[in-house]
C-alpha cells in the first residue's frame, strides 16, 4: 500500500534512497577540490572561486559552471532563489549528472559581504556610517548571512529533489581564542550563526588537513577542530584517519581512498563504513 503525507510518499527505511550532503572543509591548499571530485558519478562544479577549479579540469566526469566571471549583482540574482540558477531544469534534463559540488561556501560569503555592502545595509543616515569590507558592520553581517543562508539552502532542496549528492567545500577559519592567546578551537569560515545554521542540515560533515605531504580526514570533533559528523562512517574507531589520495592516480586504483568508493560500500551494505585504520609508522626502522 502507497501512502502519502500531502505531496509526500512514506518510505521504510530500507527502500527510502541514500543520498550525502556534504560540507569538506580544511585550510586552503589541503586538496579539497581534487578530494571532492572523487564523488560518485559525473560532477556538476559550482565554482565561485577565481581558478578554484583548474586543478580538477582535466577530469572527464567534470562539467563546470565558472561563476567567478559575474558581477556580485547578477550572480546573486540568480542564486537567490528557490530554483538557483536555473538547477532544478538541469537536473531534470541532464540525468547522467550524480553529484553536484559547491566550490566554495567561503567564496560566496565573501560575495555576500560585498553585496551587502554595495547595496548599503547597515548604512547610517545621511552618511553617519558607511559599511566597508573594512568595517561592515553588524547589519552587512546579518544581510550576508541571509544570502548564503538562502542560496545553500535553495541547492541543498533542488539536489535533495532529484536525489543528487551536494558536496560544498570550505575553508578554515582562523583560530578562537581567549583572551590569553589559548585557543578554544577551530571552524569553518563562515562567520556568525552560519555554521550553526548550515551544517545542522548536512549528513556529513569532513576536516581534511595536510602536513608534510600526508592527508587526514577527521569525520568527529578532534585536535581543537569543530563541527564535524558522519552518517555514513562507523562511531567506532578513531576520529581522524590517513586519507590514502593520489590526484595523480586514477580513482579506480586499489589503494585509492575517494567518496564513490564509501558511498557505493555505505549504500549496498546498508550498514555503516568501518573507519580506515591508520597504520602506526615504526620509528625503529634504521635505527640501532
Request: aromatic share 8%; hydrophobic share 40%.
Amino acid at each position: 500500500m502507497t501512502i502519502f503525507l500531502g505531496p509526500v510518499e512514506v518510505k521504510s527505511g530500507i527502500e527510502a534512497p541514500r543520498r550525502m550532503a556534504t560540507l569538506l572543509w580544511g585550510a586552503a591548499t589541503c586538496g579539497k577540490t581534487t578530494f571532492a571530485a572523487t564523488a560518485p558519478g559525473v560532477k556538476l562544479w559550482l565554482s565561485f572561486g577565481d581558478q578554484e577549479h583548474v586543478s580538477i579540469m582535466h577530469r572527464p566526469d567534470v562539467m563546470v559552471a565558472n561563476f567567478s566571471t559575474l558581477t556580485v549583482d547578477e550572480l546573486f540574482k540568480h542564486a537567490q532563489s528557490e530554483n538557483p540558477f536555473g538547477l532544478d531544469q538541469v537536473l531534470a534534463a541532464e540525468t547522467s549528472i550524480e553529484t553536484v559540488v559547491c566550490d566554495s561556501a567561503t567564496a560566496i560569503t565573501y560575495l555576500a559581504l560585498q553585496h551587502s555592502i554595495d547595496k548599503g545595509v547597515g548604512a547610517g543616515k545621511k552618511g553617519s556610517f558607511v559599511p566597508t569590507l573594512m568595517e561592515p558592520g553588524q547589519a552587512a553581517y546579518g544581510g550576508r548571512n541571509a544570502i548564503v543562508l538562502k542560496v545553500l539552502t535553495g541547492l541543498l532542496r533542488v539536489t535533495a529533489k532529484h536525489g543528487v549528492h551536494l558536496i560544498i567545500t570550505a575553508h578554515e577559519a582562523d583560530p578562537s581564542t581567549e583572551k590569553d592567546g589559548i585557543v578554544n578551537y577551530v571552524s569553518i569560515m563562515l562567520g556568525g550563526q552560519l555554521v550553526n545554521n548550515v551544517t545542522f542540515r548536512l549528513s556529513e560533515i569532513w576536516y581534511m588537513s595536510e602536513r608534510h605531504g600526508e592527508r587526514k580526514l577527521a569525520i568527529r570533533p578532534t585536535r581543537l577542530r569543530r563541527p564535524m559528523k558522519t552518517r555514513m562512517f562507523s562511531s567506532m574507531g578513531d576520529p581522524e584517519f590517513v586519507l590514502r589520495y593520489d590526484a595523480k592516480l586514477p580513482d579506480d586504483h586499489k589503494d585509492q581512498m575517494t567518496i564513490a568508493k564509501w558511498y557505493d560500500a555505505w549504500s549496498e551494505s546498508g550498514a555503516k563504513v568501518s573507519v580506515p585504520k591508520t597504520e602506526k609508522k615504526d620509528d625503529t626502522k634504521g635505527k640501532r
